[in-house]
């Protein structure tokens, strides 16, 4: 039972047995009445190559004097044939179709009725071919038609939908027209072909309308559908870095730019020197000279400002300005 059990591990586990399973099959030698190939052998390996040719009174089935066909799985693509050569090969009809034969040729004397895709009109109101003697007579041509239209014309801020792209559109064609999120349609949504030409389509207009304001900022980038503030110098951002426009056509809530340094006015304070008023950058320190001085140096205020709020030390000299003997005087809110 053991012995068993590992053969069957053995055939599922090989991969020497599954390639030989899952491996391409060969091709026999083709069945060529009329004609002869090359190279001539028995069978073929897959993707294998022959060409062949065909004697008096015979033509390949395709077009030329000679054809060639590929090894495909066990099938040669396409089928090497030899046909009368009175017979004729099919037609390539530009912006056109027809029935096609299920031999892959027609014989002497056949006939087709040619199709032309929509968009295309025969030409002179001929659609019929006849195969005469190999050779095919009075090939229908497919044509533009006066009436249909080309790629339509290209609208701002809008795309085509449920239909994909193509060269021409027959009369009478209808495409729909979509906005881009944030914009709306003025006028009819869809677009119509008559007569050759497109019908006009609609104007999509910005939903949002003008961009909300924001005091000490800008603007720095505007897509249709979201903003990007920034602050002016000394000014930092507070609240959402981006503003989207809202399908219901309003801006999401817009940010504020909010002061980031103090104004301290030395002209109201009694114990620095007045020099005007001074703006001092959030987190950073200025030392202000003070009214009053020392017996040897001159005495300095520092003045630090903290989100919007000024501290001031005692006027002390320089050696103590670093040091805690210096004490924080006051706070103004400025």
Excluded at 159 to 167: D, R
Excluded at 265 to 286: A, F
Aim: proline residues 6%; aromatic residues 10%.
């Amino acid at each position: 039972m053991c012995v068993r059990y590992l053969g069957v591990f053995l055939l599922v586990w090989n991969p020497q047995v599954l390639h030989a399973q899952s491996a391409a099959q060969p091709c026999p030698a083709p069945s060529l009445n009329g004609g002869f190939f090359s190279p001539g052998q028995s069978a073929y390996n897959h993707e294998a190559h022959i060409s062949y040719a065909c004697h008096d009174g015979f033509k390949p089935a395709v077009k030329g004097w000679w054809g060639s066909s590929r090894c495909q799985n066990g099938n040669w693509s396409p089928n090497p044939q030899c046909i009368e050569e009175k017979a004729c090969v099919p037609l390539t009809i530009p912006n056109g179709n027809y029935d096609a034969s299920t031999v892959g040729w027609y014989e002497d004397r056949d006939k087709i009725r040619v199709r032309c895709d929509e968009g295309y009109e025969h030409k002179d109101r001929h659609n019929k071919a006849q195969c005469i003697n190999g050779t095919w007579s009075s090939v229908p041509i497919c044509e533009r038609s006066t009436d249909s239209c080309g790629d339509p014309p290209k609208i701002p801020h809008a795309v085509i939908i449920g239909k994909g792209y193509q060269e021409m559109f027959p009369e009478s064609s209808q495409l729909q027209c979509k906005c881009e999120d944030g914009y709306a349609a003025e006028g009819e949504d869809s677009i119509f072909c008559i007569s050759g030409y497109w019908t006009e389509g609609p104007t999509c207009i910005d939903t949002c309308g003008t961009v909300p304001l924001v005091a000490n900022g800008d603007v720095v980038e505007n897509t249709g559908m979201s903003l990007r503030y920034q602050c002016a110098a000394q000014y930092e951002l507070v609240g959402p870095k981006m503003v989207e426009c809202y399908s219901d056509g309003t801006w999401s809530e817009a940010p504020t730019c909010k002061a980031a340094y103090c104004s301290v006015d030395t002209d109201e304070l009694d114990h620095v020197k007045s020099v005007g008023v001074r703006l001092i950058n959030d987190g950073e320190v200025e030392n202000l000279e003070c009214s009053r001085h020392g017996r040897f140096f001159d005495h300095f205020s520092e003045s630090r400002c903290t989100r919007g709020k000024v501290t001031f030390s005692e006027c002390c000299n320089w050696a103590k300005l670093p040091t805690e003997f210096c004490k924080d005087l006051l706070l103004v809110g400025m």
